[in-house]
Nanobody, 125 residues
Framework: QVQLVESGGGLVQAGGSLRLSCAASGRTGRTYAMGWFRQAPGKEREFVAAISWSGRYTSYADSVKGRFTISRDNAKNTVYLQMNSLKPEDTALYYC??????????????????WGQGTQVTVSS
């Protein structure tokens, strides 16, 4: 089992920045790709960004490319999502997830085995 705890969400004005963190504990000895997803009220959960175990590979949703950056520190078992130039449409509950894959940065929800409880991001106009 892997436990994931997100932090760093909050209320920010449009154009502002936030940095989300996701701390992993438990069976972190395996290689896991990590991802961020989000879900707005009345909408389906959607992919935001992912990073491979090594950090060499990353993938992003088109809607966040150039504004969000995913990174990880394996020594700290932590993954980050730096969000810049935030827009009201970025408002959502953001989830961290872990996928037990040896390589690559997966994007499909079905590939992720462990999920955090989420952290709320609200962007005001």
């Amino acid at each position: 089992q892997v436990q994931l705890v997100e932090s760093g969400g909050g209320l920010v004005q449009a154009g502002g920045s936030l940095r989300l963190s996701c701390a992993a504990s438990g069976r972190t000895g395996r290689t896991y790709a990590m991802g961020w997803f989000r879900q707005a009220p009345g909408k389906e959960r959607e992919f935001v960004a992912a990073i491979s175990w090594s950090g060499r590979y990353t993938s992003y949703a088109d809607s966040v490319k150039g504004r969000f950056t995913i990174s990880r520190d394996n020594a700290k078992n932590t993954v980050y999502l730096q969000m810049n130039s935030l827009k009201p449409e970025d408002t959502a509950l953001y989830y961290c997830a872990a996928a037990p894959v040896a390589a690559g940065a997966p994007e499909r929800i079905s590939e992720f085995e462990y999920w955090g409880q989420g952290t709320q991001v609200t962007v005001s106009s």
